[in-house]
């Protein structure tokens, strides 16, 4: 008899049709654990407006336009467009110019939860008023919205029709899991494991191919949607360390009683060894040097910051000596972000299942998890160069 969970099947479903952040407002979803990403976009606050105060103001006449890309459906987004825009407002009232209108897109995958996005949207100020107005008014946003649902590998955008691209906590995903490190002919064959973290070479070069192909279609697209003059700002994890096959707090958050918790799976008769095999986190923390080699191969953006920034723990807890609570954290810390390509994988009771074992791993070594989870974001600032 096959093992429990051997049935669920995504039938080669492309990996962007199928991946978001988990929806929704319960204990597990992104809404309700996405403070510490919260909290690492405001220590970056002022790096961002380092880089809002080198973006050239536009005429007037036409809207100024700023995209979140893999903006999630949690209120960080909402915060970050916030400051984005009433910082160039200040900036077009310093410089005694009229201010333009504002727009705004959320984009992201389309299985993105934008019901629970839009709901979190501040009502636009003054209905039908003038945009002074809306610009003045506190609780109420200062600019148009809409949704852009689709990979930013790609283009999503007319041509010069952006002038601010902006993205956190997003391009360390990557387009797919590399084919080889699920071929079993392969020397890549991530074999007994589910994520990159204390990999053999052969697995962790296919990850950073992946990678470095991922940021340059990223950088191609933008290249050619964005406005003479425009500019960026991405965050994304990063490593300290120059060997790949240390994934830094990405390797403990998707290693460790994440890929335990798999284990007791397979030694339970769960699920079989193919099935955890069959499973790879599509996540990839670069170093510095890697997204500083594409930036400048593919030559459309100059560098105006290219930085390492400590960001400190994904884990948000009110009492740290609470083994429990500890265990909870980074139960649904993993499930809010991976949930929904472990639902997928091996459904719903089996993904249960899962998550109950990370929690109580976690919480049996609560006090070692919270010393060591650190996250490292690598910080870019760029200002486009190539009007072709």
């Not at 410089?95 to 996005?117: I, Q």
């Not at 839009?118 to 003045?136: K, R, T, V, Y």
């Not at 933008?222 to 994304?236: A, H, I, N, P, Q």
């Not at 095999?277 to 996540?283: A, Q, T």
Request: hydrophobic share 40%.
């Amino acid at each position: 008899m096959a093992p429990k969970g051997d049935n669920v099947v995504v039938s080669n479903m492309k990996l962007e049709n199928l991946l978001s952040m988990k929806g929704g407002k319960g204990e597990a979803s992104y809404a309700n654990n996405s403070q510490a990403q919260a909290r690492h976009a405001r220590s970056m606050i002022h790096l961002l407006k380092e880089a809002l105060d080198a973006v050239q103001l536009s005429s007037p006449e036409s809207p100024f336009v700023v995209v979140d890309l893999g903006c999630s459906s949690g209120s960080n987004t909402i915060f970050v467009v916030d400051a984005i825009i009433k910082h160039m407002t200040k900036r077009y009232e310093a410089a005694g110019y009229e201010s333009p209108e504002f727009s705004a897109f959320f984009s992201d995958l389309p299985s993105n939860d934008f019901n629970t996005l839009f709901q979190l949207l501040p009502p636009l100020a003054n209905d039908g008023g003038s945009m002074e107005e809306c610009l003045a008014a506190d609780n109420h946003r200062s600019y148009f919205a809409a949704a852009v649902p689709g990979s930013f590998y790609r283009r999503l955008f007319p041509a010069r029709s952006i002038n601010l691209f902006h993205s956190a906590f997003s391009l360390h995903w990557l387009s797919q899991v590399p084919e080889s490190v699920l071929d079993k002919t392969s020397a890549a064959y991530n074999e007994g494991m589910v994520f990159i973290h204390g990999a053999n070479e052969h697995t962790t070069n296919a990850y950073k191919k992946q990678f470095k192909s991922d940021l340059s279609s990223f950088l191609r697209s933008r290249s050619k949607e964005m406005k003479k003059c425009g500019s960026m700002f991405l965050v994304c994890l990063g490593r300290t360390s120059q060997d790949p096959t240390d994934q830094g707090g990405a390797g403990l958050l998707f290693g460790t009683h994440f890929q335990d918790a798999w284990d007791d799976l397979v030694q339970e008769g769960l699920i079989s060894k193919e099935k955890r095999d069959n499973f790879n986190i599509p996540v990839y923390a670069s170093s510095v040097q890697d997204f500083r080699e594409v930036i400048e191969a593919e030559g459309s953006f100059g560098i105006n910051k290219l930085e390492l920034f400590k960001g400190g723990s994904p884990l948000v807890v009110n009492h740290p000596d609470d083994e429990a609570e500890v265990g909870l954290a980074l139960a649904n810390s993993c499930r809010s972000v991976a949930g929904v390509l472990v639902d997928a994988h091996i459904g719903d009771h089996l993904s249960e299942e899962l998550f109950s074992r990370v929690e109580r791993r976690a919480a049996c070594h609560a006090k070692e998890t919270l010393e060591q989870i650190q996250f490292f974001h690598i910080v870019a600032s760029l200002s486009f160069t190539a009007a072709t």
